[in-house]
């Protein structure tokens, strides 16, 4: 079974003239994987799972294990508020040949902590496939608390989870409930070497989808312990972090790249919308200033 630690990409999903950008997207995977990046994680928040068709959806996870070919680990986004939706979404990736899959909390529903309970069981007892959980109450409103989440752990197939409650209090719960085994990653870009430095095990990140080395380097050094180099990694990659949601994502990952000239173009889908004036500024600023423009 691949490793599931380190630092995973929440990979933007390239588009142009409204459609998905295929080859934008493999050339991407290629400069993560150069880059040193550790494992991608395709149809996430960033990557726009919100406004992909079913279809988009299933061939941007195909297309990412086709590219990728098991060199680093594929965590496909099969979440969904819907749960036989994202059963459907779940099956499909493991015949595309994700490694795994991550599993978001009900959105919008509001279910109870059992409701959560028995939607993350029913989609394990429907596909065998590893499964990350993935908690995100500033976008879901529901939050998994540290006692559903440990006792999700005892399911087979629950291999851990993305945290992205932006609270270590919450963290060290999680850590210190579940099995010495459970992986716990960092949802937050700016919790992510703290998060390692307690106990977790890496982060799915957003500013790798820019810097995979530099994001890499820090999760490593946080994880041999290294606290001299991780602490210099997480400040010099910092204000880069904070420029990623200067305007609502995935609009400033994107511009980065495209400003990169790592895609074609920064187009995202609606509700999402370009960045303004602004916080291109802000953005670029960041990137002259780490080095990258």
């Known amino acids: 079974m691949k490793r599931f630690e ?49 279809e988009e959806h299933k061939r941007v996870i195909e297309l990412t294990a086709q590219t990728v070919k098991g060199r680093v680990a594929v965590v496909a986004g099969t979440g969904a508020n819907n749960t036989l939706e994202a059963i459907e979404l779940t099956e499909s990736a493991k015949k595309s040949g994700a490694d795994a899959v991550l599993s978001v909390v009900p959105y919008y529903n509001k279910p109870s902590q059992e409701g959560l309970y028995q939607h993350f069981k029913a989609i394990l007892e429907a596909v065998d496939i590893p499964m990350v959980l993935y908690n995100v ?33 919450q963290v060290s719960e999680i850590i210190q409930l579940c099995p010495e085994d459970f992986i716990v990653l960092s949802g937050d870009d700016f919790t992510a070497m703290p998060t390692v430095l307690i106990g977790g095990k890496g982060v799915i990140s957003v500013v790798s989808n820019v810097e995979p080395t530099k994001t890499a380097a820090m999760i490593e050094a946080a994880s041999r312990g290294d606290l001299t180099t991780a602490k210099k990694m ?39 919308t370009q960045m303004d004036r602004p916080s291109i500024d802000r953005l670029k600023k960041d990137m002259v200033d780490l080095g990258l423009l």
């Open 6 to 54: 380190g630092a995973f990409t929440a990979l933007v999903t390239p588009m142009r003239n409204g459609q998905v950008d295929e080859q934008g997207l493999v050339d991407l995977i290629e400069f993560q994987i150069a880059g040193g990046i550790h494992g991608l994680v395709p149809c996430g928040t960033t990557g726009e799972s919100a406004t992909l068709s079913f």
């Open 137 to 169: 109450p500033g976008r879901t409103v529901t939050n998994m608390l540290p006692a559903t989440v440990a006792r999700l752990a005892a399911l087979p197939n629950v291999i851990g989870i993305k945290e992205a409650c932006g609270n270590l209090s």
């Open 234 to 272: 997480h400040y010099q990659l910092f204000s880069l972090m904070g420029a990623m949601f200067c305007y609502p994502s995935p609009a400033p990952a994107k511009k980065a790249l495209e400003m990169l000239g790592k895609i074609a173009s920064a187009e995202v889908r609606l509700p999402m």
